[in-house]
């Protein structure tokens, strides 16, 4: 058995030590290679989109716990979202999961993909955990429309009393699932089966790790016939200079 070890992190923002556990790896889903994808495109997808604020941590697969204690009987999300961290992200995801007590905070968005073996836990004990560690928001995705989860898409928000709530979940005339996260700032959103996320403040869907390396060649394409043309009209220019 792997057993946790401690690590020395030094936050950039609190110049105080914080003592981080390593935390083992858990055991691996035996559904994982259906999951993967969904799990994949939503964690680049909003990496890519708070890289820019450098206090975020965007991270999944590793356990969620309140105490490095606990591990063993922890959860371990498939994508961990936490906003405002005194904890450099990078530290935190060097320990190989999320600890409470020594982060200071527990997670603002936990999301979970849903698969045949872990499905119904989903929607039922892991909500009352997530709520339990007092986690903002808990969404649910299931890329069947609702063959493993209790619904293709489903969101919980902490209430007062610590329990947490159903947030509206809308379906549009054209099939797609709706909901917005008031955390992310972003509609999550099932569409023929797979989750993307949009931003109501541009009108368009968060590019995913396929539509940025699109977007990239495009961009390098452009670079590229944009030199090209430089180079063509420097040289009908030097032609002009030599017979003038």
Known sequence: MTTPAQTTRTPSQTGRHVLLTVLPDPPQSPDMATQIPDISRAHYTLEEHYMARGDVVVMGNGYLCQDASDVRRAPYPDLIVAFDMTIPPADI??????????????????LEVASASTGRRDYTEKREIYAGYRVAEYWRFDRTGGQFHDAALAGDRLLSDGQYGPMPINTMNNGVVRGYSPVLGLELRWVEGT????????????????????QTAAAIAQRDAAEERIRQLEAELSNYRSTN
């Open 195 to 214: 989750l993307r996320f949009w931003d109501p403040a541009t009108g368009e869907y968060l590019p995913d790790l396929t539509e940025a390396k699109a």
């Open 93 to 110: 995801v060097a320990s190989n999961g999320y600890t409470i007590s020594e982060i200071g905070k527990p997670p603002d968005f936990v």
